[in-house]
């Protein structure tokens, strides 16, 4: 089973403020990875795909990047409704696996 | 519009069993992989299971292998999924899904229906 790391756990930052979230993986994933979005209370939205393609309705300030083992989500300018929990997801070997999470909180 | 409405979920004793229904309008269940994902309370995602779009082909995670059953009824645009043998570590919100674009990336969930294993 791959293995999805998320770093960090925690991220405090401000609205306006850029936010990097990091997903390292077992062993390659190739660039089948996909990052989402989840709110309290809410099922998981679907932010980026394919490593750096945005889902439709997407906001420009969010991009994904990275291959292999070694993925970024960037969020460039964080808005109020941005802060939340992110997870990663490999769809290259099955059992698809997520990430654990990281908490983008409000500092 | 697209929807996704699971059913089923409740209390459970150790050892008991549990159908989860997933009921599909708004776009063509039948041409569509679908897959149940949960949630454990203050954990993260866990894909259990998918099936294929004519349902000959099922695959499963390690934690579902052996006492979940997945299945699905193209003609009345349902999902299915049995559950025997639950124990506290299927406490969770399960949720019904698929990708529209790409099965394996999920842009369509149901709100979830809750299961909770106690004694």
């Known amino acids: 089973e791959i293995v999805l790391t998320q770093s960090p756990a925690t991220l405090s930052l401000s609205p306006g403020e850029r936010a990097t979230f990091s997903c390292r993986a077992s062993?390659?994933?190739?660039?089948?990875l996909a990052w989402y979005q989840q709110k309290l209370g809410q099922a998981p939205r679907l932010l980026i795909y394919?490593?750096?393609n945005r889902a439709t309705g997407i906001p420009a300030r969010f991009r994904g990047s990275g291959s292999g083992t070694d993925f970024t989500l960037t969020i460039s300018s964080l808005e109020p409704e941005d802060f939340a929990v992110y997870y990663c997801q490999q769809r290259s070997d099955w059992p698809y696996t997520f990430g654990q999470g990281t908490k983008l909180e409000i500092k | 519009q697209v929807q996704l409405v699971e059913s089923g979920g409740g209390l459970v004793k150790p050892g008991g069993s549990l159908r989860l229904s997933c009921a599909a309008s708004?776009?063509?269940?039948?041409?569509?992989?679908m897959s149940w994902i949960r949630q454990a309370p203050g954990e993260g995602l866990e894909w259990i299971s998918y099936?294929?779009?004519?349902?000959?082909?099922?695959y499963y995670g390690d934690s579902a292998k052996g006492r979940f059953t997945m299945s699905r009824d193209n003609a009345k645009n349902s999902l299915y999924l049995q559950m025997n043998s639950l124990t506290a570590g299927d406490t969770a919100v399960y949720y019904c899904a698929t990708g529209s674009q790409n099965y394996y990336y999920i842009d369509v969930w149901g709100k979830g229906t809750t299961v909770t294993v106690s004694s």
């Open positions: 062993q390659s994933v190739n660039s089948y």
């Open positions: 099936i294929s779009i004519s349902g000959s082909s099922i």
């Open positions: 708004g776009f063509t269940f039948s041409s569509y992989v």
């Open positions: 394919d490593t750096l």
